[in-house]
């Protein structure tokens, strides 16, 4: 079945920097695009951005030119670099793969941007 296991939240400070990973199995992971959510807390969750199979980028507005979402299929993982981090950009990140019409998700890694 598959499985998303995020890594790399924590707290840091306004204008620092996270890398949040995620390791997936359970599917053929290099021929699905993959996703990043997130959710903050009394929001609903929305997307954060998007890498295709072919390694195509989209990004929402709040986070364009401070994001950047990579793959490496040899390693079945998705990574999401975070730059000038804010304290809006506080909330649970969640890795997310559609195969079909089905959405599966990772279980979140908090990001916490505060000083």
């Known amino acids: 079945q598959v499985q998303l296991v995020e890594s790399g939240g924590g707290l840091v400070q306004p204008g620092g920097s996270l890398r949040l990973s995620c390791a997936a199995s359970?599917?053929?992971?290099?021929?699905?695009?993959m996703a990043w959510y997130r959710q903050a807390p009394g929001k609903q969750r929305e997307l954060v951005a998007v890498?295709?199979?072919?390694?195509?980028?989209n990004y929402a507005d709040f986070v364009k030119g401070r994001f950047f979402i990579s793959r490496d299929n040899g390693k079945r993982t998705v990574l999401l670099q975070m730059n000038s981090l804010n304290p809006e950009d506080t909330a649970v990140y969640y890795c997310?793969?559609?195969?079909?019409?089905?959405?599966?998700w990772g279980q979140g890694t908090q990001v916490t941007v505060s000083s």
């Open positions: 997310n793969v559609r195969i079909g019409n089905i959405d599966s």
């Open positions: 359970g599917y053929i992971f290099s021929i699905y695009a």
């Open positions: 890498i295709s199979s072919g390694g195509r980028t």
